[in-house]
C-alpha cells in the first residue's frame, strides 16, 4: 500500500509515518494513535462509502490473496471519524474479491471510502492462547471441541473411541483347564442368549487391555445370575503366573479394583466362575480414567 497524504491523516498527524513498516503489498502497520486496542494490521481498504443503515456486504480493493473466512472478527476503521467498528466475516473471501460478505450490521453514520479493514486484536490475542472457533488443519474448533475431540469435565471424549470404558465381548472369553471339554458355546436362541461352559467345572477367562495413558478402576460383568464370582488379576505378556489379584466381587455388581495404570506389558484377566453350565455370561465392562 502506498502511503500517501490521506494516509497519514489517517495515521494522524502526530504520527511519524517514516516509523511504520510497510509489510506487503496491501499490508501496513496502524498507528497507536487511533483510539482502539484492537487494530494492528491494516488487510484491506473499502472502494466505496458504506451507507447508514443494515448491511452484509462490503466494497472493498481486491486484497490479492485469500484472507477471510466465515465467522472472523474484523475490525472497520473508518477513514472519516476515526472510528473502530466490529464486525464479522459471513463468507470465504476470494483473492479478487471486490466484496467482503459480513454478518448484518447496523450503521449509525456512513462510512468513508478508503477506510481501513484489519483484524481484532483483543480476539486475535484470546484466540492465539485459548482458541474457540474457526479451524485448525481442517478440523472445527470450539471452545470444547477439535473436530472429533471433545473435551468435558477433564475427560477426552473422541468420536469413534471408547474413552473411559472397555467393552468386554463375548468374542474375549476363554474355558480355563479345569475340566475337559470343548471351547465356550454361545446360546442364541430367541430368549436365551450368552457364553456359557460346557462343564461345570469350567470357569470363564477374559482378558481385556488397559489402553496407553489409562487406568482401570472397576469391572462388572453381566449374566443371568447375580451370584457369580468375579476375580480380577493383572498379568504381563512377558512373564509366567496368575499375577496379583486386584479384587473380587459377584457378576451383575461393581467389582473395586486396585487402581492399574497401563503399562507397556500389562492387561487384566477376569476370571468368572459360572458352577452350572445354565449359567450364561453375556460380557462386561471395565472402566477407565486418564492416568
Known amino acids: 500500500m502506498a502511503i500517501t497524504n490521506y494516509t497519514k491523516e489517517i495515521y494522524g498527524r502526530e504520527s511519524s509515518l517514516s516509523n511504520k513498516k510497510v509489510v506487503s503489498s496491501g499490508y ?7 483510539s482502539s486496542s484492537a487494530i494492528n494490521t491494516v488487510v484491506a481498504t473499502t472502494s466505496a462509502l458504506i451507507s447508514s ?14 484472507i477471510f473466512d466465515a465467522g472472523d472478527k474484523i475490525t472497520l476503521i473508518d477513514s472519516t471519524s476515526k472510528r473502530a467498528l466490529f464486525l464479522e466475516v459471513n463468507a470465504t473471501q476470494g483473492a479478487s474479491d471486490t466484496t467482503l460478505t459480513i454478518s448484518e450490521y447496523t450503521f449509525d453514520w456512513e462510512i468513508g471510502k478508503g477506510s481501513f479493514i ?3 486484536e483483543t480476539d486475535l490475542i484470546t484466540q492465539y492462547q485459548r482458541k474457540s472457533r474457526g479451524t485448525v488443519g481442517g478440523m472445527a ?9 471433545t473435551y468435558t469435565d477433564g475427560v477426552y471424549n473422541i468420536i469413534g473411541v471408547d474413552p473411559t470404558y472397555v467393552k468386554i465381548l463375548p468374542r474375549d472369553f476363554m474355558n480355563n483347564d479345569d475340566a475337559d471339554g470343548e471351547a465356550l458355546e454361545f446360546r442364541d436362541g430367541s430368549t436365551m442368549t450368552g457364553l ?14 488397559i489402553p496407553y495413558g489409562m487406568t482401570a478402576t472397576d469391572v462388572i460383568v453381566y449374566s443371568n445370575s447375580s451370584t457369580r ?17 486386584l479384587g473380587s466381587g459377584n457378576t451383575n455388581s461393581t467389582v473395586s479394583i486396585t487402581n492399574t495404570a497401563a503399562t ?13 453350565v445354565n449359567n450364561r455370561v453375556f460380557g462386561g465392562i471395565v472402566t477407565l480414567i486418564e492416568s
Open 264 to 276: 507397556a506389558t500389562n492387561y487384566l484377566l477376569i476370571s468368572v466362575n459360572v458352577n452350572n
Open 28 to 34: 501496513v502497520n496502524t498507528p497507536n494513535v487511533i
Open 196 to 209: 456359557s461352559v460346557v462343564d461345570p467345572a469350567q470357569e470363564m477367562l477374559a482378558t481385556v487391555n
Open 229 to 245: 464370582t468375579v476375580t480380577v488379576y493383572e498379568l504381563t505378556v512377558d512373564a509366567n503366573g496368575l499375577g496379583t489379584s
Open 53 to 66: 443503515g443494515d448491511t452484509t456486504e462490503i466494497n472493498i480493493n481486491s486484497i490479492g490473496t485469500s
Open 118 to 120: 484489519t483484524h481484532t
Open 141 to 149: 474448533v470450539t471452545a470444547s471441541t477439535l473436530g472429533p475431540i
